[in-house]
Structures are given as C-alpha cells and as structure tokens.
C-alpha cells in the first residue's frame, strides 16, 4: 500500500510542478514581458526568465547603464498575475447586468 501511496505522490507532485511552470513561468512572465514596456513606454524592461543577476532591489528592479529599469523574473510573475486580474475584475464589471 505504500508503494502505491508514493507513487501517486509522484504523479501528483509531476502534475504540480507541469502546472507551475505552465502557469507562473510561462504565461505570467510571458504576459509581463509584453504588458510591463507597454506601460512603461519602454523605461522598464523585464529580465529573462532564467538568469541569475543580482542587485536588485527589494521591489524587484535594478538600473542598467543605459538609463532603463530591469524587472526581477519573479516580480514580473507578480506584474503578470495583477494584469489578469484587473482583466477579470473588467469582464466582470462590464458583463455584469
């Protein structure tokens, strides 16, 4: 029985880890590295998701040579989910009757 137990634990803990790369790393950065320069007009920029460069702050930028903002990965994961998020409080809003 416990064999059958860890194994089903692998599958979920697979299908967890599918889902949170799908998800956080795919979509949400995805989303922000479109969402954030647009309404930045083009001052931040979003880092690629996976790099290991430090010195950024607590808030999740740091300021390159050329004058612009670059957004941490994981806060721009963050950026991506409050875009959806104001999407679906708008479709609510507007398709509320």
């Known amino acids: 029985m416990k064999k059958i137990g860890f194994a089903l634990d692998l599958v979920a803990s697979f299908i967890c ?4 790369f799908l998800v956080f790393e795919f979509l949400l950065h995805r989303t922000a590295r479109i969402v954030v320069p647009l309404f930045s007009f083009g001052t931040v920029k979003v880092e690629e998701i996976y790099t290991d460069i430090d010195g950024f702050n607590w808030l999740g930028f740091k300021r390159l040579p050329s004058g612009h903002l670059l957004l941490n990965s994981t ?3 963050l950026a991506g989910a409050v875009f ?3 999407c679906l409080i708008a479709h609510l809003s507007l398709t509320r009757t």
């Open 75 to 77: 806060m721009s994961m």
């Open 17 to 20: 880890n599918m889902i949170d």
């Open 84 to 86: 959806w998020l104001l």
